[in-house]
C-alpha cells in the first residue's frame, strides 16, 4: 500500500463547475499538507499549504484536512478553463531535522475544465 | 526573482554515457532537492542538500547516481553510466529553512531519454 493514495483521473469538468480532489495518506507522522499544481511541461507550483486540522481558504482555492480520517481535500470553486492542470497531494512529517522537505507526492489528478 | 533555473531542459542520451543535470536554486534559499518524475512512480526525492552539505540521500537509486553542491547557487545530478530506465523528468527544488521554513520551489526540470 502506497503511504499516499490520489486517484489520477482524468478529471473533466465544465467551466464554472465545483471541482473536489483528494488524497488519503496512511502515515501519522505527517503533519504539513500542500497542494501543488503542475501545468504540462512544467515544474510544480505550490498552491496551498496547511499543517492544521480544519479549512483554509485561498480566493477560489479551499484546502480541507482531517487528521483523524487520513483525508486530505482541495476544492476549487468558479472553475476555469486555465485551471486545467495535474494537481499534486504533498505531505511531510515534522518540519525539523532531516526530515525538512521530505516531500511524499500522491500520484496527481489531471483535470480538464472546458469551456 | 528567476526562480529556479534547470539546465538543459531537454537531454536525450546513448545507454551508457555520462549525464549531467545542473540547478541554480533561488537566491538566499539553503535547502536544495533533487526529485525524479516517472508516470509509474510519480514525484520522488533523490537527495537533500542545507547549507551545501548532502542531509539524506536515500532516495537516490544506486551508485550509478551522484549529486554535487559545491556551492549555495549551483548543484548538479550526473548519473553515470546511463540506462534506459532512467529516462524521467527530474526537478531541483528550492527553500529556505530557518525559524519560517519556506515551501519548496520547483525548476520546469530536465526531460532525460535514455536510448
Known amino acids: 500500500q502506497k503511504e499516499v493514495e490520489q486517484d489520477p483521473g482524468p478529471l473533466s469538468v465544465p467551466e464554472g463547475a465545483i471541482v473536489s480532489l483528494n488524497c488519503t495518506y496512511s502515515?501519522?507522522?505527517?503533519?504539513?499538507f500542500m497542494w501543488y499544481r503542475q501545468y504540462s511541461r512544467k515544474g510544480p507550483e505550490l498552491l496551498m499549504y496547511?499543517?492544521?486540522?480544519g479549512n483554509k481558504e485561498d480566493g477560489r482555492f479551499t484546502a480541507q484536512v482531517d487528521k483523524s480520517s487520513k483525508y486530505i481535500s482541495l476544492f476549487i470553486r468558479d472553475s476555469q478553463p486555465s485551471d486545467s492542470a495535474t494537481y499534486l497531494c504533498?505531505?511531510?512529517?515534522?518540519?525539523?531535522?532531516?526530515?525538512?522537505?521530505?516531500?511524499?507526492f500522491g500520484q496527481g489528478t489531471i483535470l480538464t475544465v472546458h469551456p | 526573482d528567476a526562480g529556479v533555473i534547470q539546465s538543459p531542459r531537454h537531454e536525450v542520451t546513448e545507454m551508457g554515457q555520462e549525464v549531467t543535470l545542473r540547478c541554480k536554486p533561488i537566491s538566499g534559499h539553503n535547502s536544495l532537492f533533487w526529485y525524479r518524475q516517472t508516470m509509474m512512480r510519480g514525484l520522488e526525492l533523490l537527495i537533500y542538500f542545507n547549507n551545501n552539505v548532502p542531509i539524506d540521500d536515500s532516495g537516490m537509486p544506486e551508485d550509478r547516481f551522484s549529486a554535487k553542491m559545491p556551492n549555495a547557487s549551483f548543484s548538479t545530478l550526473k548519473i553515470q553510466p546511463s540506462e534506459p530506465r532512467d529516462s524521467a523528468v527530474y526537478f531541483c527544488a528550492s527553500s529556505f529553512k530557518g525559524a519560517n521554513n519556506s515551501p519548496l520551489h520547483f525548476g520546469n526540470g530536465t526531460r532525460l531519454t535514455v536510448t
Open positions: 504533498a505531505l511531510s512529517p515534522n518540519a525539523g531535522g532531516t526530515s525538512y522537505g521530505k516531500l511524499t
Open positions: 502515515n501519522s507522522a505527517f503533519q504539513y
Open positions: 496547511t499543517y492544521s486540522s
